[in-house]
């Protein structure tokens, strides 16, 4: 499979508890991106790596969330000491970002669905 | 106010019918749109992405209103697999971060 993989698909957890995801990308795409969705509700950007630099973050990653792109390859989302709030379920995206287009898709993993109890 | 509306639906269809969703979008500094198509518990899929002149794919048709700031989707002869939610999407920035709609869920009854 050439996709986007994401490891774990499903988590649970207590609250409390920290937790890392693991998003593979298509292997030449240079941008990764991480997204959040709720229930009921369209994905939310997080957070996006040009490579191994972490280019923007959104107000919704707190400090208790951290990721990592450290070969510019694979990247982790951490989530430290959980909330029933974090409940959702976790987008990693990829594309291979030219320059001066912006039209290029980005293809989804299937996801990480954590449930914090 | 959210940066993309969307009527959530459900939107009941019979096999068939046509039937029309609708998205506004309010940063006019938007350059680049899309449908994406999300199946239960699945991740997006680009479904279209959506030019200013409108364009055609098979079934669907995209519009796109940039006074108005509003992008439609039009399904002709809807089958049961287009059941699904229907996500308008939007990118405003150099950094291609999406924004998205809420989703408009779409059930095609036979």
């Known amino acids: 499979d050439t996709g986007v993989s994401q490891d774990p698909r499903h988590k649970i957890t207590k609250r409390g508890q920290n937790v890392t995801f693991r998003c593979d990308p298509i292997?030449?795409?240079?941008?990764l991106y991480w997204y959040r969705q709720t229930l009921g509700q369209g994905p939310e950007f997080l957070t996006y790596?040009?490579?191994?630099?972490?280019?923007?973050k959104s107000r919704l990653l707190s400090d208790r969330f951290s990721a990592e792109r450290p070969k510019g390859s694979f990247s982790t989302l951490e989530i430290q000491r959980t909330e029933q709030g974090d409940s959702a379920m976790y987008l990693c995206?990829?594309?291979?970002?030219?320059?001066?287009?912006?039209?290029?898709?980005?293809?989804f993993g299937p996801g990480t669905r954590l449930l914090v109890l | 106010r959210k940066e993309v509306e969307q009527d959530p639906g459900p939107f009941n269809v019979p096999e068939g019918a046509t039937v029309a969703f609708n998205c506004t979008y309010s940063n006019s500094a938007s350059q680049s749109f899309f449908w994406y198509r999300q199946d239960c518990r699945k991740e997006p899929k680009l479904l279209m992405s959506v030019y200013s002149s409108g364009n055609e794919d098979g079934r669907f048709t995209a519009q796109l209103n940039r006074a108005s700031q509003y992008i439609s989707l039009l399904i002709r002869d809807s089958k049961l697999s287009d059941s699904a939610t229907y996500l308008c999407v939007v990118n405003a920035n150099a950094g291609n971060m999406l924004t998205f709609g809420g989703g408009t869920r779409l059930m095609v009854k036979p």
């Open positions: 790596f040009q490579n191994e630099a972490q280019l923007e």
């Open positions: 292997s030449e795409h240079n941008r």
């Open positions: 995206a990829s594309i291979l970002r030219l320059a001066g287009n912006n039209q290029e898709t980005q293809y």
